[in-house]
């Protein structure tokens, strides 16, 4: 079979050669695109009288053809052929005869893939929205029926402050939130069309990149033909945000694995997202968020292998760019994935809410109370502090929590002590007292909650 640009050639490809700069394996993942690109490109070559009316006819059924036998699986493409774009072209040749060698009348594969690349990655970006979302449904689920279920909220993985668990599940929901906004806003420089570029310098031709942009959904066009060819920049965007966005599932993912262990023991994992040992019978794994916590580095790999390739490339089209490939598309499927086993995965977990008190109780995560009780007694902070480091030293001596301690113990550290001290300690006394906006109490839960939901537009 001769090459479509064969002219100039004396000799055929070497079949290794053939096989390694081929991008078909992976890029006829692109093969809608490319048909959609096509049929704009050729739209508009007719509109602008480049070709015949009747000639684009001709092409666009040809194409419409081909999409269909693509889609019914029909289509066999060939290594040979390079890539999915001459791929195409060969098959509406010979499907329409050589007036199909007209398609690719001022136009150049250099912008022809990068169309197809902003046209792919505007309805995975999309799609990414909207999984998103169902994740921020399944939270919100969640903590609607644990707005009072008290755990210890944790810095320094030491207990901390007992907080809401709703609280700390809803701190997910803003991380995902952003994530959204990012995508959302990746949009605007994804609809940039580069059809029209050419092979990098513009084209001879009488073209209207303003209508193909149009027909294809663009917002508007490149201003520069070098830039467009050569711009990767749009993919570099999306894998850093699915970089940010595994972040977030890595870490929720961390924490359901520490939840689920014997030594946390505040959730269960629904049986069907967890799996067993092959040797000991009594193992339950948390292997779905352990698995989102390690597809984290195949993703992040993704950002930093297409950073490395743009690095250093001259200007404009460079085969190095067909690397931008398999790892955009390895990421859209781990991202896609991941997001589709969150929501149902928080939606099905079981909350521990006895467990979680369990474990309020038996710290001395109510400490700063005591401290800001001291303060409003007209204590400096300071010596408040002070103070209260030296009763929690004295509890922990004497095997007690600070609601275990007598009246009387409380009297030889401090005269401002009140027998209300012991309601102030209180674990949900605690977390109301955090009344401040944006904090853990179940009055402020409540609002971020509506806040969440006016956001996702449940209401
Ligand atoms: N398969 C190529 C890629 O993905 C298409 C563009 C090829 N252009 C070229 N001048 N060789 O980058």
Redesign the pocket.
Known sequence: MSKLWGGRFTKETNKLVEKFTA?IEF?QKLALEDIEGSLAHVEMLGSCGIISKEDAEKIKSGLKSIRKKIVAGEVEFSVAD??I?MNIERLLIEEIGPVGGKLHTGR???DQ?ATDMHLYLHKQTKEMIELLEAVQGGIIQQAKSNIETIMPGYTHLQRAQPISFAHHLLAYFWMFERDKERLQDSLKRINWSPLGSG?LAGTTFPIDRNLTARLLGFDTVYPNSLDAVSDRDFILEFLSIASIIMTHISRLSEELVLWSSQEFDFIELDDSFCTGSSIMPQKKNPDVPELLRGKTGRVYGNLIGLLTVLKGLPLA?N?D??ED?EGMFDTVETLTGSLKLLAPMIETMTVKKEKMYQAVSQDYSNATDLADYLVNKGLPFRQAHEIIGKIVLYAIENNKYLLDLTFEEYKQFSDLFEIDIYTVLMPKQVVEARNSYGGTAFSQVKLQLELAEQKLNLY
């Open positions: 991008s890029d390079e890539d774009h150049s594969r250099n893939v092979a089209y085969k760019l067909q490939k």
